[in-house]
């Protein structure tokens, strides 16, 4: 039996964890932004690499796959400024074979919350939230992904949980993704910082 494993990636530095959790050792951070290659990973919008950050322009969809296939439990963070624009930030993450997201500020209603959970959005489903991000102000989001549930935080806080294998989720054709099997960030129509 293999031991579970546990995956974690901070985009503010680009960074990743796998490491295994039975053994008690601390997991270690490794950097992502040298693997990123942004004229294969971008899968709409204009991203740039700006010395250890991302920057994107404001799209509908913005969207960047991450070079990462995760499997079994991990944590997804990311620490972001959106610079202009209303709409949402999302984290594209995969659960069960499904991906989903964990958005904050979306739907032109500061809702926050999953999507999407048995074919409803955030704006139907249980996890729904109102949270509405302040320009200019340094965010981090944060997607936990264990083999019976998904969480979603913001700067710490709990934003959405959702008891799930994974089997319940779907992702909104918004935020596709050319490989299933791939987490990704995104962002609606803003220009951000990440």
């Keep these: 039996m293999s031991p579970s494993r546990i995956l974690r990636s901070l985009i503010a530095c680009l960074l990743i964890i796998q490491t295994p959790l039975c053994f008690g050792a601390e997991p270690q951070w490794q950097s992502l932004l040298p693997h990123i290659d942004l004229k294969q990973d971008t899968v709409a919008g204009e991203w740039q690499i700006a010395g250890q950050e991302l920057q994107v322009g404001a799209a509908a969809g913005a969207r960047l796959m991450l070079p990462v296939a995760p499997q079994g439990e991990y944590d ?21 074979g499904k991906q989903a997201t964990f958005e904050v500020d979306a739907w032109g209603g500061h809702l926050a919350g999953l999507q999407q959970i048995g074919g409803q959005d955030v704006r139907q489903n249980p996890t729904r939230s109102t949270h509405q991000l302040e320009n200019g102000q340094r965010y981090t989001m944060t997607v936990e992904v264990r083999s019976n549930s998904v969480r979603g935080l913001l700067d710490g806080k709990q934003i959405a949980i959702h008891r799930t294998t994974g089997a319940d989720l779907s992702l909104l054709d918004v935020w596709r993704l050319p490989q299933a099997n791939r987490l990704g960030v995104g962002v609606w129509d803003s220009a951000a910082t990440i």
């Design 76 to 96: 997804l963070e990311v620490s972001f400024t959106r610079k202009t624009g209303v709409h949402s930030v999302a984290l594209i993450f995969s659960h069960g």
